[in-house]
């Protein structure tokens, strides 16, 4: 089966092309520790075979949460549990990333400032943003450079950084929430340049080795917002130090976006082709037939489940027909759920 080739992202070695996209759970406490939860969560997902686990957004600030049970990465006393949720992941034989997010101005948790490129808000449910100064850019930055040493010494041999959906990054990138003067805003590059400055603060911590993506909203849906087009150009301008793009689409606004089976791929495919990079499809891709379609016929390197693997945690290895034991993949302890010989104790 197409899904089951190994693939290599940077210097990492995947078994399968089976990816776990970033679920937020909203399970921690108001310090973004790692809860019970979390581990039989990720370990679970590890154990059913999937290949690269990425771990929901996690917050390199306090005032980058979206909510007030985001997981954490903004100090040293995150690591522990962090490293405790690698370890798991790796023992049930996945490798492990992680989501490294600021929410910007979608950030609700309690008692904490707003902070967006522009005092524009997401809607009028939301809090009111400042306007971000040089300074607050540049502490952003070094919050997320510190995050990236953070999940290095938790041992994740992964980074994503969390550039779509309306969060902090996309908001810079988006003209529709970006509306400076300075060089964060108006042209291309301009908006580009948090996020290329993000990078070459991470890069200067995160392991040559140890590959780093980016997740982009490659549409806005929206007249005068960000585009197929606009995407390709913000690759081109920051591809030089990334070793895949995770294509999504939508959230920077409320959008009429058309849903329906892989409806993000084509955009995923275009991408791959066009910037000639390695990207991760996803979004409403439920079924094997889907799974190996998108990468038999090179559309995608690799396959993201979402919901799909909230619903069912052991996709890949349950796609494996009985009496074909696969040792790569299924548990030593699960070996005799795919034996059709009768049990003997
Ligand atoms: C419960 C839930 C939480 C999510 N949290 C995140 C997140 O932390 N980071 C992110 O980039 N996307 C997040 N997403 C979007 C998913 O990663 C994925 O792109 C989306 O669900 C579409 O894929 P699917 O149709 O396979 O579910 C979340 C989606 C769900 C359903």
Redesign the pocket.
Known sequence: MQFLKPYEIGSLNLKNRIVM????MYSSNNEGLVKDFHRVHYGTRAIGGTGLIIQ??TAVTPQGRISSNDLGIWENDHIPGLTSIVNLIHEGGAAAGI?LAHAGRKCEAENETTIAPSALSFSTDYRMPEEMTIEQINETIEAFRLAASRADQAGYDLLEI?G??GYLIHEFLSPLSNQRSDQYGGSLINRTRFLIEIISAIRSVWPEPKPLIV?LSASDYLQNGIDLKQTMEIINLAKASIDGWHI?SGGLLNAPIKTYPGYQVGMAETIRHTCQVPVIA????NSLEQVEEIIGNGRADLVA????LLRNPYWPIRHLAPNTPNENLIPEQYLRGWSICPPQN
């Open positions: 996209a970033p679920m937020c929901e957004a989501q969390h779509a959906h997740r999504s996803v979004g409403l891709i489940l979402g919901r799909e």
